[in-house]
């Protein structure tokens, strides 16, 4: 059997979600992202800070894809925590 | 109204389980079913390289239940659901499963289901109304 190898960059995928952190703190802050949206999906770009919206996890997603393809793409649920 | 119906058990750790087919792996994974988390599914990095699932640069920040937090790259697959093929929101556990780590079937998944756990009889039930 081939020995398993790990293609998941854990230090990339910190650097984007620190990014996408401080970028949705800004939005709740300046723009009552939590007062208007709560309970919605979010996916920011960390790159240029644009955002979408989506009723759904995959609406939000496939909004993203559409918006801005091939970015570095930070997903959360507007005021909720995500548990595991 | 058509009533239909996927069945579980409860493992030998008493927990709620279920197999899961990912499109793309030959056989299903047997997933834990976690109402405390609040997406749709976790599965291996193991079991995603398999599949071939697309990897891009997607990641999500999530609170673990001794209140640490990680991170988790985000995807995409198809499951078999009720019998037909349904794309699911995917977060992946980087490395390689662990002998007897389980997926875990998050709330989102469940979200138009019933769920009924029986430990005495050792059954689990999920129905929809379609």
């Known amino acids: 059997m081939a020995e398993f190898k790990s293609k998941i960059d854990r230090q990339a995928l910190r650097e984007i979600a620190d990014k996408g952190q401080a970028i949705y703190d800004r939005l709740v802050k300046e723009k009552g992202l939590e007062e208007k949206y709560f309970g919605l999906y979010i996916v920011i770009n960390v790159d240029t800070g644009e955002y979408v919206l989506g009723k759904t996890i995959l609406e939000a997603s496939d909004l993203a894809k559409e918006k801005f393809p091939q970015s570095r793409r930070f997903h959360a649920q507007v005021g909720v925590p995500t548990y595991a | ?130």
């Not at chain 2, 997607?58 to 988790?72: C, H």
Request: proline share 5%; hydrophobic share 40%; with cysteine.
């Open chain 2, 1 to 130: 109204m058509l009533s239909q119906l996927m069945e579980g058990w409860i493992d030998e750790h008493g927990h709620p389980v279920m197999p899961v087919q990912l499109i793309g792996l030959e056989d299903p994974i047997v997933a834990l079913i976690d109402t405390g988390f609040n997406r749709e599914l976790i599965v291996y990095e193991e079991h995603s390289q398999q599949a071939q699932l697309v990897i891009e640069s997607e990641s999500v920040s999530v609170l673990l239940a001794d209140g640490s937090q990680e991170e988790f790259l985000r995807t995409e697959g198809v499951i078999e659901w009720f019998g037909e093929p349904r794309r699911v929101d995917i977060l992946v556990i980087p490395g390689q499963a662990p002998r007897k780590g389980r997926w875990q079937i998050g709330t989102q998944l469940l979200r138009d289901c019933r769920l009924e756990i029986d430990f005495r009889e050792r059954s689990v039930k999920l129905s929809r109304h379609v």
